[in-house]
């Protein structure tokens, strides 16, 4: 019945001269058409659409088949496979171009999740043809085509293990691998016009084009993907892609050092400025970044003659970019890449002047940030390995200012424990023959253990809230007391001593007295109140809601708990600072 | 304590004469004093450029004030000028020009192998253009961007970057800068100037490798 319809419909446009076809019989077509298809009488549309007396109608009206044949082919029933095939072969040939591009990339567009792979397989080498008919025209298209795909592309799940990437159940690898073979001839197109040229205008529609879509894959899917290096997965159909992808942008005239560089060098106001910053986003050089320093991706083309100075200070960039993200594989990448950046540079080498750029500042900040909200424990671990790694790259002088920085402004009682904790090892190496500095000794030290040496609310500062860094202070100060001598006194600690006692530990003393009776006393009541089972004790002061759940109410066993563990941790600070007050009771007083 | 020890070791007719020089006065001053009293006294610094500028009267003068008043290390507090400055963020990212300080002998060697025209030398700061091949001192080539054929030369660029910057290794920085354009020169440079003690982890350069290059100029802007 539709065939008949389709005939009638082609013999009657046959008449119609100049290809002035009604609507109505574009309509009459399509429909007639479509249900052929579905019907699965493939062939004969096959020998209707190939007669030369309906090239016209073809030429206009064929392309709007596409859409039954496509969801045809991807059902692959066997026997109408190769008719359909055939059909799409010849309509890819003789109908308009744009409209084709049309007609396929509404079918890429609608493929749902569970077909995308096999759609692309399916559409790239037509997609492919199509294009390249456009001759010099295609820029554009090829442009709109690329972005299709890849956006689809972009839905698949990564995967994750090498089983994973080996099975490549959705398909990701496979796309990829496909992408790949798409966009050969264009590549070879731009690589033909620098060979004759000797260049290539930057603004060359194609390559902008070509560039668009490297810094695309770049953003999706490569940097959500974590490669693994040959000697885990032999064969990864991802890491050609990643190899690929960077080979494409040196074929087409970008230079990968250039590109590292970008958001480091002085960037004078051209015109156009703005279009360079959307050209280059800088999460796809973050992932460039990443493929190169930590996947060793293409680096036989990146040349090895850059400093590892300037290396860094470019990457320092895009670390800090990965690393103001909140999800952990961004935050992976951000630390793998400022580890193996750091890792070339010489221990104590990195000058104070680095410290002035925005990156050396905000990059601990964001770091700080990882090692104390992040809820992942490895990522907590590898920050806190890689903090101390920066902090150990750093000149003295580089340290110094670092220390004081971060002091001023992390107010984090954990954070600051662990710097004082490095300016102790600091003052220690400084006293060690030979490596005496104006820095960690001299007349610096004393402003910086003035930072150090303080308590923040006077003697109501929270102690339980502070331990961290209250214990690394006290001790920090009984080292320095029992290491420098009096009489040589080369850190100054022993003149500074009488200012030290009024501002730190005598309010330290007063306000350790306080809290140890205010607890004492809430411990005596708590277990008074425990052997009278009254009602007094049910009240709780205040409940705590969690995501729309009440906690239970602290029990008085367990209230009584940490009131004891509290005064243990009073126990722990007044240990200490006994010994200290015992070091200084033992000395003489220096002349004042 | 210090101060009760330190007894005078010249007498003022010693002092006078030729028996004590003013570099080694200066430097028992500079040993004791507190630093507050040799800043009033300009005697912070350089013993040769103090020495420069201060009479032997004088430094004598400040000998004899130092016993008189006591004024040794470690018996004052220290007047702590804050010279620290507060931290400060800068908004624009700005390139930080390591300043390379005279350390001694360069640490690279240089043989010409084609004549430059000698008279185009680049720049600190001028952006120049190389084709170049790295090998070690065993052989193995690490890193070129010269391409097997000549017919792929024309399709590759030489790298470009602007030379003296610290964006390179040092043995580059300095030695491209002695030569001329169109020069074809083999550097070889220590790993001091190279990429040190640390080489470059997982690639071919090793630690405290010594690195050799074939360089030829071919541009400068």
């Given at each position: 019945m539709a065939l008949e319809q389709l005939s009638d419909v082609v013999q009657r446009c046959q008449a119609i001269k100049d290809e002035s076809y009604s609507s109505q019989d574009y309509d009459l077509f399509l429909a007639a058409g479509r249900t052929c298809i579905e019907q699965g009488d493939s062939a004969q549309v096959l020998s209707i659409l190939v007669d030369e007396k309906n090239k016209s109608i073809v030429r206009c009206m064929?392309?709007?088949?596409l859409g039954p044949l496509v969801q045809m082919l991807l059902k692959k029933e066997d026997k109408n496979l190769p008719h359909c095939h055939a059909i799409l072969s010849h309509l890819l040939e003789v109908c308009s171009p744009k409209e084709l591009l049309v007609g396929l990339l509404e079918q890429v567009e609608e493929a749902d999740s569970a077909s995308i792979a096999e759609t692309l397989t399916l559409l790239l080498k037509p997609l492919q043809t199509v294009l390249l008919r456009l001759?010099?025209?295609k820029a554009s298209s090829v442009g709109m085509a690329l972005s299709t795909l890849l956006s689809q592309v972009a839905r698949l799940p990564v995967p994750v293990t090498k089983e994973q990437e080996e099975d490549d159940v959705f398909g990701l690898c496979c796309c990829c691998t496909a992408l790949l073979q798409f966009v050969k001839p264009f590549v070879e197109e731009i690589k033909e016009i620098v060979k004759d040229n000797n260049r290539i205008s930057k603004d060359n529609e194609l390559r902008v084009e070509l560039l668009k879509f490297c810094m695309k894959s770049l953003s999706e899917p490569l940097l959500e993907v974590q490669l693994k290096d040959p000697d885990t997965l032999q064969k990864s159909p991802l890491r050609d892609f990643a190899t690929e992808i960077l080979m494409i942008l040196s074929n087409i005239g970008e230079s990968l050092p250039d590109l590292l560089s970008r958001n480091v060098l002085k960037r004078r106001e051209v015109p156009g400025f703005l279009e360079e910053e959307v050209r280059y986003p800088k999460e796809s050089l973050a992932c460039m970044c990443h493929l190169l320093?930590?996947?060793?991706?293409?680096v036989d083309i990146f040349p090895a003659v850059l400093s590892s100075v300037f290396v860094l200070q470019c990457n320092m960039e895009y670390i800090e970019l990965l690393l103001s993200r909140t999800e952990g594989s961004r935050l992976q990448k951000g630390l793998e890449l400022y580890e193996k950046s750091l890792v070339r540079v010489e221990d104590n080498s990195l000058p104070v002047d680095l410290l002035e750029l925005k990156t050396f500042f905000s990059v601990p900040q964001n770091l700080v940030k990882v090692l104390t909200l992040c809820p992942d424990q490895t990522l907590r671990t590898k920050g806190l390995k890689v903090f101390q790694l920066s902090i150990d790259k750093f000149s003295t002088e580089a340290k110094y200012k670092f220390f004081r920085g971060m002091l001023k402004t992390s107010h984090h009682a954990g954070v600051e424990g662990y710097i004082i904790k490095n300016i102790k090892n600091q003052i220690d190496f400084s006293l060690k023959p030979c490596n005496g500095n104006e820095w960690f000794l001299g007349k610096h030290l004393l402003p910086l253990l003035r930072l150090v040496l303080c308590l923040p609310h006077g003697p109501e500062t929270d102690l339980l809230q502070n331990l961290d860094r209250i214990m690394e202070s006290l001790n920090l100060l009984r080292y320095m007391l029992i290491r420098d001598k009096e009489w040589e006194n080369e850190t100054g600690i022993w003149t500074e001593l009488y200012k030290i006692e009024d501002h730190y530990l005598k309010p330290m003393r007063t306000g350790l007295n306080m809290s140890k009776a205010h607890y004492e006393a809430e411990l005596k009541s708590m277990k008074a109140n425990k052997k009278i089972t009254s009602k007094d004790s049910q009240a709780s002061v205040c409940t705590l809601t969690v995501d729309n759940e009440k906690l239970p109410d602290m029990t008085p066993e367990m209230q009584i708990q940490v009131l004891q563990s509290a005064l243990f941790t009073f126990d722990l600070i007044e240990s200490v600072l006994a010994r200290i007050e015992e070091i200084i009771e033992a000395k003489e007083r220096p002349l004042s | 304590m210090m101060a009760a020890d330190l007894v005078q070791a010249w007498t003022d007719e010693q002092l006078k004469t030729e028996e004590v020089p003013k570099k080694e006065l200066i430097k028992f001053i500079q040993d004791n004093g507190a630093h507050s009293f040799l800043a009033e006294h300009k005697l912070l610094g350089n013993i040769k450029n103090v020495a420069k500028t201060a009479k032997k009267e004088q430094l004598i003068e400040a000998y004899n004030q130092l016993f008189e008043s006591k004024r040794f290390k470690g018996t004052e507090v220290e007047v702590v000028t804050e010279e620290v400055q507060a931290v400060k963020i800068h908004d624009n990212p700005k390139e930080i020009k390591?300043?390379?300080?005279?350390?001694?002998?360069?640490?690279f060697t240089k043989s010409i192998l084609k004549k430059g025209d000698k008279t185009n030398f680049p720049k600190k700061g001028d952006t120049v253009s190389c084709w170049y091949s790295g090998t070690l001192?065993?052989?193995?080539?690490?890193?070129?961007?010269?391409?097997?054929?000549a017919k792929k030369k024309k399709q590759s660029k030489p790298l470009s970057f602007k030379v003296g910057l610290g964006r390179v290794i040092r043995g580059w920085d300095e030695g491209v800068l002695t030569m001329s354009k169109g020069e074809t020169a083999r550097l070889e440079i220590e790993s001091d100037w190279a990429y040190g003690r640390k080489g470059v982890p997982d690639s071919k350069i090793p630690p405290n490798a010594k690195l050799i290059f074939e360089v030829e100029l071919v541009a400068i802007d």
């Open positions: 064929g392309w709007n088949l001759g010099m025209k320093f930590v996947n060793h991706i293409a | 390591t300043e390379l300080v005279d350390e001694g002998p360069p640490k001192e065993d052989g193995t080539v690490f890193d070129t961007n010269i391409p097997a054929s």
